[in-house]
């Protein structure tokens, strides 16, 4: 079982950047694959970007690609996400998510653990 804290959150201009932080505890981290995922007020829980258990493979969400870099330190038990040339539409809560498994997933639902989420808000 995995517990998972994101944090790294705020308030940026567009076009500023942030590196988001989740800190997950237990001894086995390496073993999960992680994801980041996003929730804007009123609209449903979507896919940001998410890396397999060793690092080696990492996915994004084609709105993100080449602005987001999903990384992980597995000596460190914890995934970033570096978040550059942000935009307004990319406010959300963001929450990082953990599955059990080498391969990453796209579907919340593939996901049995997430952190509490961390408020990004981009302003114009």
């Known amino acids: 079982q995995v517990q998972l804290v994101e944090s790294g959150g705020g308030l940026v201009q567009a076009g500023g950047s942030l590196r988001l932080s989740c800190a997950a505890s237990?001894?086995?981290?390496?073993?999960?694959?992680m994801g980041w995922f996003r929730q804007a007020p009123g609209k449903e829980r979507e896919f940001v970007a998410a890396?397999?258990?060793?690092?080696?493979?990492?996915y994004y969400e084609d709105s993100v690609k080449g602005r987001f870099t999903i990384s992980r330190d597995n000596a460190k038990n914890t995934v970033y996400l570096q978040m550059n040339s942000l935009k307004p539409e990319d406010t959300a809560v963001y929450f990082c998510?953990?599955?059990?498994?080498?391969?990453?997933?796209?579907?919340?639902?593939?996901?049995?653990?997430w952190g509490q989420g961390t408020q990004v808000t981009v302003s114009s």
């Open positions: 237990g001894r086995t981290f390496s073993s999960y694959a």
């Open positions: 998510a953990a599955r059990r498994t080498y391969s990453y997933s796209t579907n919340n639902n593939d996901y049995g653990y």
């Open positions: 890396i397999s258990w060793s690092g080696a493979n990492t």
